[in-house]
């Protein structure tokens, strides 16, 4: 008669060692599949395929802001002006989309959220001003812009050529917005694990001191993750007013907040060097699911903002590296 033999201490232990490497990434998802019970319990109309499209095409902008801020966050910054660098991407891409064609409407808005990078990472490194500062001050002077350029109201285009595109679906059953903010993941995450350029922003994130004593030119670096992290924003401003049809001057004013939740949530740490897109990715469909969720069963909008809060104080306090931290401020 077999019997089977006791499990060894080097088993239990590699067990244990798995368990404790991919906590980090296990927590998202043990937490996307209590939600999705819980909802769909709640609501049977939650776990429908139509339900499951909303919730991607209400998640493929926050996607694209989730993703700018992590590649920031990444070095140890921080990128506040995330939502408002939405915003004018949006207003000049409405703005350009009649006279020049939905192509050079897309280069524009892209291209103002690169600018706007450019000097958010310029500033940084010539000023010596911590990233939070910087990116606070631009969120306000990049808000009262849009709003000098659009007037305070909606700027509405004849031309639905792209608004048409995104909400079209190239492949069968994927609207092309969902696709767009999953080949952006893919790519980014690509980058973050197989180029210098990911490398570098890991290495500065884990320790800036010791990555300019290997080589690594850690002010132009800053500056890529800062460009990176606009031209993203920008993207996701093009899309968001193709979506909607019209370039609002509120387009992003809840981005900061949500992409920021979604962020620590899926692992990224905010002193920096731990996580990545990859974790993004989990954390964004946490928080998509989370704020769905609570709308299909009708919870008040002051309750989400509650809740949004505290997600985010423990996602903070589960990711965050106290090593790099003698005093908490």
């Known amino acids: 008669?077999?019997?089977?033999?006791?499990?060894?201490?080097?088993?239990?232990?590699?067990?244990?060692?798995?368990?404790?490497?991919?906590?980090?990434?296990?927590?998202?998802?043990?937490v996307i599949l209590a939600l999705v019970a819980f909802f769909a319990v709640q609501n049977p109309y939650f776990a429908t395929f139509d339900n499951a499209m909303n919730i991607g095409r209400q998640s493929s902008v926050l996607l694209l802001v989730a993703l700018a801020g992590t590649m920031?966050?990444?070095?140890?910054?921080?990128?506040?002006?995330?939502?408002?660098i939405v915003t004018l991407s949006?207003?000049?891409?409405?703005?350009?989309?009649?006279?020049?064609?939905?192509?050079i409407a897309i280069a524009a808005g892209v291209g103002a959220g690169i600018a706007v990078g450019l000097i958010n990472g310029l500033t940084l490194i010539a000023l010596k001003v911590p990233s939070f500062?910087?990116?606070?001050?631009?969120?306000?002077?990049?808000?009262?812009?849009?709003?000098?350029?659009?007037?305070?109201?909606?700027?509405?285009?004849?031309?639905?050529?792209?608004t048409t595109f995104v909400n079209s679906e190239l492949v069968p059953g994927l609207p092309n917005i969902i696709l767009i903010a999953l080949l952006t993941a893919a790519l980014l995450s690509f980058v973050a694990f197989k180029t210098v350029l990911g490398r570098y922003l890991y290495a500065i994130g884990g320790g800036e001191v010791v990555a300019a004593n290997t080589g690594v030119?850690?002010?132009?670096?800053?500056?890529?993750?800062?460009?990176?992290?606009?031209?993203?924003?920008g993207?996701?401003?093009?899309?968001?007013?193709?979506?909607?049809?019209?370039?609002?001057p509120a387009a992003g004013a809840n981005m900061l907040l949500d992409s920021i939740a979604a962020i620590v949530m899926g692992g990224t740490a905010l002193s920096g060097g731990i996580g990545g897109p990859q974790r993004t990715i989990l954390g964004v469909l946490v928080i998509a699911i989370l704020s769905n969720g609570m709308?299909?069963?009708?919870?008040?909008?002051?309750?989400?903002e509650i809740v949004k809060g505290l997600?985010?104080?423990?996602?903070?306090?589960?990711?965050?590296?106290r090593k790099k931290y003698l005093f908490i401020k």
């Open 133 to 162: 500062l910087v990116t606070l001050g631009m969120l306000s002077v990049l808000s009262g812009i849009a709003n000098m350029i659009c007037g305070g109201s909606s700027i509405m285009f004849m031309d639905q050529g792209l």
């Open 72 to 84: 920031v966050i990444m070095i140890g910054s921080i990128d506040l002006s995330v939502g408002s």
């Open 311 to 321: 997600v985010i104080i423990l996602a903070v306090a589960s990711t965050i590296d």
């Open 235 to 248: 993207l996701a401003g093009v899309l968001l007013t193709a979506q909607v049809g019209a370039g609002t």
């Open 295 to 304: 709308d299909v069963t009708e919870v008040s909008s002051f309750t989400q």
């Open 217 to 233: 030119p850690v002010n132009r670096y800053k500056v890529y993750a800062f460009m990176l992290s606009g031209g993203l924003c």
């Open 1 to 30: 008669m077999s019997t089977t033999a006791p499990p060894t201490a080097a088993g239990v232990m590699n067990g244990q060692s798995f368990l404790a490497r991919h906590a980090v990434s296990l927590y998202p998802l043990l």
């Open 90 to 103: 949006g207003i000049v891409t409405a703005l350009a989309i009649d006279p020049f064609g939905p192509g």
